[in-house]
């Protein structure tokens, strides 16, 4: 698994990185590579367009892209080594505690994570996409992440400590719950599916 925080400093990108990305092929990798992934996986997560302009920074798998809302911090990772703009790896820290912040999830097993305050501390809410909800306290939350690199991605709530503060969302009999994996590496848990009414393999929580 890919960590989870990466710091915001695009401002200087290395010299080359244009040169470096160019490539061709079905969905274009082009001198800016994957940037209109980016815009439309930002707004189909986020409801909201993608405000200002982005840079691409390189990592060792393809490359890395960040914005900032003012509420939350965002951190997108696309895989390339297949000569498209697989998205890897998405990163959102919680900066306004007083602002709801909410990931739109399709094409898979959930439709919706927020994350709110209450009286009692921050919570998560999720729905799954039968419209079953599961809830929780997380007084430790610094985030949101989906994760998976090449495979499905799933959803976690995200704490300081990449994989020792993750509390994975797993789509049950009951509907949406929350788990632990002691083995990040170990098989995904298989997931209720209401249609079939039996445990199948998990599609992930977001279609790309």
């Given at each position: ?7 915001l400093a695009?401002?200087a990108?290395?010299?080359?990185l ?11 990798v082009a001198?800016?590579?994957c940037?209109?992934?980016?815009s439309?996986d930002?707004e ?6 993608l405000p ?5 920074a390189?990592t ?5 892209y ?6 939350a ?5 696309y ?14 820290r919680?900066v306004?505690?007083d602002?709801?912040?909410t990931l739109?999830?399709?094409?898979g097993?959930l ?10 501390g921050p ?5 799954d ?6 809830s929780a ?19 976690a709530v995200?704490?300081r ?16 719950t929350f788990?632990?994996?002691s ?5 995904w848990?298989?997931?209720w599916?209401?249609?079939a009414k ?8 977001y279609?790309?």
């Amino acid at each position: 698994m890919t960590r989870f925080w990466v710091p915001l400093a695009l401002a200087a990108v290395l010299p080359g990185l244009v040169a470096a990305c160019t490539r061709s092929g079905g969905n274009a990798v082009a001198a800016r590579p994957c940037e209109s992934t980016f815009s439309a996986d930002f707004e189909r997560l986020t409801g909201s367009r993608l405000p200002g302009v982005a840079l691409p920074a390189r990592t060792a798998a393809g490359v890395h892209y960040e914005a900032a809302t003012g509420a939350a911090d965002y951190s997108f990772s696309y895989d390339l080594s297949s000569g498209t703009c697989m998205l890897g790896h998405v990163d959102v820290r919680w900066v306004r505690r007083d602002t709801r912040l909410t990931l739109l999830l399709s094409g898979g097993n959930l439709r919706s994570i927020s994350l709110h305050a209450t009286a009692s501390g921050p919570a998560v809410d999720v729905v799954d996409r039968w419209g079953r909800v599961g809830s929780a306290r997380v007084p430790w939350v610094q985030g949101l992440t989906l994760w998976g690199d090449r495979g499905p991605l799933h959803a976690a709530v995200a704490g300081r400590w990449q994989t020792q503060d993750l509390l994975h969302v797993v789509v049950a009999r009951s509907g949406p719950t929350f788990v632990t994996l002691s083995d990040p590496a170990q098989p995904w848990p298989t997931e209720w599916d209401v249609a079939a009414k039996r445990y199948v393999t998990s599609p992930g929580a977001y279609g790309r």
